[in-house]
Each structure stands twice: as structure tokens, then as C-alpha cells.
């Protein structure tokens, strides 16, 4: 399973970034997909999930700002990022659950400017 991220960049805050994750199979062979952060100094965090069945959660950090959604004929996950704050700061990664195993794409840097 590959899992190729794209999208981050630099942006200011109150600003928008859309992030893609193209994955290698079909996006319904895994139970969910998400998105995770990492920030300097800080432990990886759940950022947004969507499941199989559609059902999508977010932090709280990032509710109402944030959005997840996925294209099935595609393959692709996405996260829509809108009201973008200096402390969304981070390296976020693209996720996929089979069972009990996780896989990750590279990273891709978000910085969000003040």
C-alpha cells in the first residue's frame, strides 16, 4: 500500500490549503482514512478520520474549519483546511486502517504564517 500526500505549503492564517492523498488500492479496502499531524516537539495527533461507511470525526481543535472528504473512483482522500491558524503548524500525513495495521504516506509541511 502507497500512500502519496500533496498539497501543504505555506499559507497565512485565516487562509485555505486543500490536502490529497492518493492511495494505491481502492480506498474501500480499508476499514478508515485519515489524517494526522505532527508538530516540532509534539506527538503525532489524529487531525480527521473517515470511515468505510462514510462517518467522518475531527479533533477538536480543528471542527468547523476542517473538512475530510474522499473520491472512491479515485482513490484519493482529501482535507480541506479553511481558517488556517499559526498553531495548525505541522507535518501531516495521510493514513489508511486495514484490521489492525496502519500505513503512512511521507509527510507533507503546513505552515501557517501569523
Known amino acids: 500500500v502507497q500512500l502519496q500526500a500533496s498539497g501543504g505549503g505555506l499559507a497565512r492564517a485565516g487562509g485555505s490549503l486543500r490536502l490529497s492523498c492518493a492511495a494505491s488500492g481502492a480506498i474501500f479496502s480499508f476499514n478508515a482514512m485519515g489524517w494526522y499531524r505532527q508538530a516540532p516537539g509534539k506527538q503525532r495527533e489524529l487531525v480527521a478520520i473517515i470511515t468505510k461507511g462514510g462517518s467522518s470525526d475531527y479533533a477538536d481543535s480543528v471542527k468547523g474549519r476542517f473538512t475530510i472528504s474522499r473520491d472512491t473512483a479515485q482513490n484519493m482522500v482529501y482535507l480541506q483546511m479553511n481558517s488556517l491558524k499559526p498553531e495548525d503548524t505541522a507535518v501531516y500525513y495521510c493514513?489508511?486502517?486495514?484490521?489492525?495495521?496502519?500505513?503512512w504516506g511521507r509527510g507533507t509541511q503546513v505552515t501557517v504564517s501569523s
Open positions: 493514513n489508511a486502517k486495514r484490521s489492525v495495521v496502519n500505513y
